[in-house]
Every structure is written in structure tokens, then in C-alpha cells.
């Protein structure tokens, strides 16, 4: 699954990034899908963030969106409280 983390950062953010530690794995189920989630607390190497087809935007933020994906805001608050 590391390989897979530095993978996706460095085709989805062109960035390369050092892994630090495994968060867990999160879990969203509802009547429409399924959607599991691993979270991993990594470090910058190198690189500079940029976006893909994929993203409108990218933004930093000090406190936690509103409009975030439930279990990501789930595995965000429990990194922050440990």
C-alpha cells in the first residue's frame, strides 16, 4: 500500500513523499456505495503541488471544511486528537 501512496501523490499532487505513519482505515456505507478510505500521515520530499484533471482547486486549511467528506473528516479529527 506505500508504493501505492507514493504513486498516487507523485501522478495526482507531482509531488514526491516520504511516509510517516499509517492513520487507519475509514469507511463510509450508504445505500448508494461503499467508499473505504486509508489515511497516512507523509511528508514532503520534494516537488511542487500542482493539480490534474481531477481537481477545480486545492487549498490548505486551519480548520476543518464543512463541506468534507464525512469519514475524511472522521480520520482528520482522530489524527489531531492523537
Do not use: C
Not at 46 to 54: A, M
Request: aromatic share 10%; charged share 30%; proline share 2%.
Amino acid at each position: 500500500m506505500k508504493q501505492t501512496v507514493r504513486r498516487t501523490a507523485k501522478k495526482e499532487l507531482n509531488i514526491n513523499v516520504k511516509i510517516k505513519k499509517y492513520i487507519g482505515t475509514y469507511e463510509n456505507l450508504n445505500s448508494f456505495r461503499h467508499d473505504i478510505s486509508h489515511g497516512f500521515l507523509v511528508s514532503h520530499i520534494s516537488g511542487k503541488i500542482k493539480t490534474d484533471f481531477q481537481s477545480i482547486e486545492l487549498r490548505f486549511f486551519k480548520k476543518i471544511p464543512k463541506n468534507m467528506v464525512p469519514h475524511h473528516k472522521k480520520m482528520i479529527k482522530k489524527f489531531l486528537k492523537s
